[in-house]
């Protein structure tokens, strides 16, 4: 995709907000066109997510910092290797910890946790 000097380079080569697009002056009628895929409500990416990765990569930046990747998607990003069956599933597990409300958008599934519950890794993004 041809990409001019006007777009901000923050916004390059990865999946992005239109709301931060937005801020960072591109207008609307752009975020509109077909140049742009959208892998998730609100959300406009440069390629179609194919991998576990590339799913959870394009709906992290909606992530508030009390929600985290979870049950198959991240054992996927933690490169557990998964059943077949649910190799195929292509919606990204994501759980809220605390008393908001779980993720509800198309693509995803939400959950809840209570904090006392929960455990966390981290681990680097893939290159």
Do not use: K, N, Y
Not at 20 to 35: D, Y
Not at 73 to 88: K, Q, S, V
Request: proline letters at 9%; aromatic letters at 6%; charged letters at 30%.
């Amino acid at each position: 995709m041809h990409v001019d000097a006007t777009f901000p380079m923050t916004l390059r080569g990865r999946p992005f907000r239109v709301r931060e697009a937005l801020r960072r002056g591109v207008s609307a009628g752009r975020l509109r066109s077909r140049a742009f895929l959208r892998p998730f409500h609100g959300i406009r990416a440069w390629t179609e997510p194919q991998t576990h990765d590339e799913r959870a990569r394009a709906v992290q930046p909606r992530l508030r910092p009390d929600q985290a990747f979870s049950h198959t998607t991240a054992a996927a990003i933690l490169g557990f290797p998964l059943p077949r069956r649910l190799e195929r599933d292509h919606r990204v597990h994501v759980t809220t910890i605390g008393t908001d409300q779980a993720l509800r958008v198309r693509g995803t599934i939400g959950h809840r946790a209570r904090e006392a519950d929960c455990r966390s890794s981290t681990r680097a993004p893939p290159p």
